[in-house]
Nanobody, 121 residues
Framework: QVQLVESGGGLVQAGGSLRLSCAAS????????MGWFRQAPGKEREFVAY????????SYADSVKGRFAISRDNAKNTVYLQMYSLKPEDTAAYYC??????????????WGQGTQVTVSS
């Protein structure tokens, strides 16, 4: 079992930055593919970013490309999502997820509880 805990969310003005963290316990994240997702009120959960086990491969939703950066520190069992130039439409609950599989289309096996990001205009 893997427990994932997100932190770092909050209220920020448009154009601001936040860094989300996802700390894992129970197992090392070293062998897991990791992803960040978000869900805004009344909307379906959507993919935000992906990182493979080594950190050598990343992928982003078009809506955040160039503004968000996913990274991981396997020694700290933590994954990060650095968010720049935030927009009101980035407002959502952000979730990290871990997959035992590989590849961008992998399904995710473990999910965190989420952290709220609110961007004011």
């Amino acid at each position: 079992q893997v427990q994932l805990v997100e932190s770092g969310g909050g209220l920020v003005q448009a154009g601001g930055s936040l860094r989300l963290s996802c700390a894992a316990s129970g197992r090392t994240l070293r062998s897991f593919t990791m992803g960040w997702f978000r869900q805004a009120p009344g909307k379906e959960r959507e993919f935000v970013a992906y990182i493979n086990w080594s950190g050598g491969i990343t992928s982003y939703a078009d809506s955040v490309k160039g503004r968000f950066a996913i990274s991981r520190d396997n020694a700290k069992n933590t994954v990060y999502l650095q968010m720049y130039s935030l927009k009101p439409e980035d407002t959502a609950a952000y979730y990290c997820a871990a997959s035992v599989g590989a590849g961008l289309t992998t399904s995710y096996d473990y999910w965190g509880q989420g952290t709220q990001v609110t961007v004011s205009s």
